[in-house]
């Protein structure tokens, strides 16, 4: 499970938001809400959505 | 790749076993013997019963003809099989036939002998519902069976209609009103003039049992095939009749059976269920299994080689369609190409040749996830830049007659490990050349021709400029490498040179055991040259059981990136091929096994007095330029020109975060490059809680997302992870141009 945690995007200096993001492999397209700048449009994916889902959808999209 | 699947047309997976192959009923016997081991007395007797016919009757007039094929009977003793069928008759408890209310069929069959042939042809046929009339011309049916057997016919037409005629002589077929006759008069019988088969007037007529020759078992085994034949008339209206199976071409190893005494029932009755539980393990179920005992991948996999064609014809064909499946694409990446499937083979099915095309195919195609050659290529690339290579000859024309060629991997390990041999080579012939770069097998590997083609015309071009000279090369997969590739190079192995100046090295107590990389199975002149360097050495060595017939220590095909398990699994297994520790003479397989924790020493360790832990994947580059500028400077009396850029920031690396970055393939340069993205374009982001800053950067194929803390100038590293997925950032964000192109 995600972390809460309170994350701030140095650029614009504001609180980082859930917010869809897009992902691409091998030519397959997904969406996820993660951690966004409301501003800028900066990501942060924590370490347990990277090696828990993310990996699991590669894994998948590998051996298809 | 259709020159593969052709080849597959000889794989014998399914041939049957020889005891299948001389019983005249083709039992399925390993069939039988799983159910009998398991206690599973009435499916093995269904099993039985199908294949024979009479049960009863079978198994009391069985010769055992299998025991003269059993492999067992050149260990210790034939499996008993007609114990084991005797005793399935006894234990089994459901004996009648199952009971179905189908309609009959419009076929009208006519036997004429009540002996065991005809029986057996009438029953086949009677239960799949034809008009069968059976003519005996005594008063009873066969008169040589016992009661036990003439009880068992009873019990197998128990369910089914047929019509038999007893006292009643055919002397003439022309009174007779049939589709289809079998002719089954028994020795001295007559045939009718029918000569084995006829089709007159719309009816076909088939002779068998006793009255062509046969004993009584085959006689049996004759007319079920006859019902076969008669079946296949009524439909087809061809006279066909079961052609002799060609013999079984079953290969199997029977090196590892372990000798196991055959069962002697402690009653006259027979086995006791233990026993004939016993006795059916003993069978050693011959299959031709040469590849899943030999190659890694299928036994890892749990797939027989036979399916992995499929799934690597399906991957590899092209398509554009989304719903086009690739189910092969880690298979074909995780392979070794150690060779030993296509070695092992009775039929030497090439799998791994057809698995490097599928990696060409798949890398065409660009089917092939980046990410899992990434890191190979890149390194092939550094070890090729005019940071790591150097192709110079000590002569002032800088050609030479011999130069040594240590591979990329060698140097990077530990600069000392190329520099005290080519000290010593020297000083046999002072104008050896040293020819130092990557022999391109990564970019094989990958299926890469392109970069193949690219690094292979880099090296032949660097090897004419230094005159043609003989390669002394260090790693074996270097000389498989070139053989294949560059056949115009000589090459001549370091070891088979040290081994003829009579070197050695300090002797070690212990008894070790020389593990031949999968690269050197045939280099037998270097494997006698590296036990001739340990014999001088004075070092106690026992050999391996299958000497080097064994797999790869995992790190060829580099495949560990694309499945990481597999590559673990094929190191674990080398390293449990017995309990002393190794001396090995590939530096890959050195690394491998110090990962499982074998004791373990390169032949170099030994020789040079060379001491040392594997490197980070940073040291390793540090030291492919240490070598370099160390080589220039020592026998050259140069100075190197180039060299890489320093890292931009002074990282704090933990020993745990140096771990997970060894094991993730990442370079303290690659950290740094991500670093950039937060430090010079600002996106980084802030956690208060525990004061780190946080950015990610794009590496190739990967992404990585480095945690740190600045500490001074310090960039302590906290936390790092990558992924494969690309994250789409959008150009427009919130009305405004966002900058969506990392570096």
């Known amino acids: 499970m995600e972390k809460k945690q309170k994350l701030i995007c140095l650029k614009c200096n504001v609180e980082m938001e859930k917010m869809d993001v897009q992902f691409t492999y091998l030519d397959r397209s997904f969406h996820h809400k993660v951690l966004r700048c409301p501003k800028c449009g900066q990501v942060s994916l924590p370490e347990d959505l990277v090696s828990g889902r993310i990996s699991e959808v590669e894994k998948l999209m590998e051996d298809k | 790749m259709e020159k593969y699947y052709s080849q597959f047309e000889t794989c014998r997976q399914h041939e049957k076993p020889y005891c299948t192959d001389e019983c005249p009923f083709h039992l399925d016997v390993l069939d039988f013997q799983k159910k009998m081991e398991s206690g599973r ?19 009391e007039l069985c010769p055992e003809y ?308 990434q890191f190979w290529l890149n390194d092939m690339n550094f070890s090729n830049s005019e940071y790591a290579s150097l192709a110079k000859a000590p002569s002032s024309q800088g050609e030479c007659k011999q130069a040594f060629f240590p591979g990329c991997y060698l140097g990077g390990a530990n600069p000392e490990y190329v520099l005290a041999p080519y000290r010593q080579l020297l000083k046999e012939n002072p104008n050896t050349g040293i020819l130092l770069q990557c022999c391109s ?63 050695s090295g300090e002797k070690i107590i212990g008894t070790w055991s020389v593990f031949d990389p999968c690269s050197a199975r045939h280099f037998k002149k270097t494997q006698e040259s590296v036990r001739t360097l340990i014999s001088n050495s004075d070092i106690s060595t026992e050999e391996f059981h299958d000497g080097a017939k064994h797999g790869c ?58 001491e040392d832990k594997k490197p980070t994947e940073t040291e390793r580059r540090k030291n492919k330029i240490i070598l370099k500028e160390t080589l220039l400077n020592e026998f050259f009396g140069e100075k190197m020109k180039n060299k890489p850029e320093e890292n931009k920031y002074e990282l704090l690396i933990s020993q745990t975060m140096q771990e997970k970055m060894d094991k993730l393939k990442l370079l303290e340069s690659d950290v740094c490059k991500v670093l950039e993205v937060g430090e010079e374009l600002g996106r980084k982001t802030f956690n208060a809680e525990d004061n780190t800053y946080k950015c990610y950067g794009e590496l190739g194929h990967i992404t990585c997302w480095v945690e740190y803390k600045i500490k001074d100038d310090l960039y302590e590293i906290i936390n790092l992870y990558t992924h494969r997925m690309k994250i789409k950032l959008e150009e427009m964000w919130n009305g405004k141009k966002a900058e969506i192109n990392l570096p």
């Open chain 2, 41 to 59: 007395w009435n499916a093995a007797y269904k099993t039985y019963k199908t294949a024979v016919g009479f049960p009863e009757i079978a198994a």
């Open chain 2, 66 to 373: 299998c025991a003269q094929v059993c492999p067992r009977k050149d260990i210790d003793d034939s499996v008993q099989l007609h114990l084991l069928e005797k005793a399935c008759l006894s234990l089994a408890t459901r004996k009648n036939p199952p009971d179905f209310n189908l309609p009959m069929k419009k076929g009208k069959i006519g036997i004429i002998g009540g002996g065991i042939s005809g029986l057996s042809c009438a029953l086949r046929l009677s239960s799949k519902k034809y008009q069968v009339t059976v003519f005996e011309k005594n008063d009873t049916i066969d008169s040589s069976l016992s009661i036990s057997m003439k009880n068992d016919i009873e019990r197998q037409f128990k369910f089914e209609e047929y019509t038999l005629k007893l006292n009643t002589e055919i002397t003439n077929l022309e009174s007779l009103n049939f589709d289809a006759i079998y002719i089954a008069t028994g020795k001295n019988g007559s045939d009718f003039n029918i000569n084995k088969t006829a089709n007159m007037n719309g009816c076909a007529y088939f002779t068998g049992g006793a009255l062509l020759g046969l004993d009584t078992i085959h006689s049996m085994a004759f007319g079920l095939d006859i019902a076969w034949s008669i079946e296949v008339f009524l439909k087809t209206k061809t006279l066909k009749s079961v052609q002799p199976q060609p013999l079984s071409k079953v290969a199997t190893d029977i090196s590892h059976v372990e000798i196991i005494q055959a069962v002697i029932p402690s009653n006259k009755d027979g086995f006791t269920e233990e026993e004939a539980k016993k006795e059916a393990a003993r069978c050693i179920r011959c299959k031709c299994d040469a590849c899943r005992v030999n190659c890694d991948l299928t036994t890892f996999t749990n797939k027989w080689p036979l399916k992995m064609r499929d799934e690597i014809i399906s991957s590899t064909l092209s398509s554009g369609s989304l719903l086009h499946k690739t189910p092969a694409i880690r298979l074909i990446n995780s392979c070794s190409q150690c060779g030993l499937c296509s070695e092992t083979c009775p039929s030497h099915i090439q799998l791994d040749t057809m698995i490097k095309e599928a990696r060409y195919s798949l890398h065409k195609q660009c089917k092939t996830p980046g990410a899992f050659h």
């Open chain 2, 441 to 503: 097998i990564p970019a094989n590997w990958a299926g890469n021709e392109k970069m193949l083609n690219k690094e292979l015309d880099q090296l032949r071009n660097n090897w004419i400029s230094m005159g043609k000279p003989e390669l002394i090369t260090a790693c074996s997969s270097c000389t498989k490498h070139l053989n294949e590739y560059l056949p115009e190079i000589p090459v001549v192995s370091l070891y088979e040179v040290l081994a003829s100046k009579n070197c």
């Open chain 2, 553 to 610: 220590c995992g790190f060829g095909g580099q495949g560990s990136i694309a499945n990481p398990d597999f590559a673990d699994y094929m190191g674990k297994q080398r390293s449990l091929l017995n309990k002393n520790p190794y001396i090995v003479y590939c530096i890959n397989c050195k690394e491998v096994f110090l990962d499982q924790g074998k004791p373990v020493k390169h032949i170099l360790d030994i020789l040079y007095n060379i």
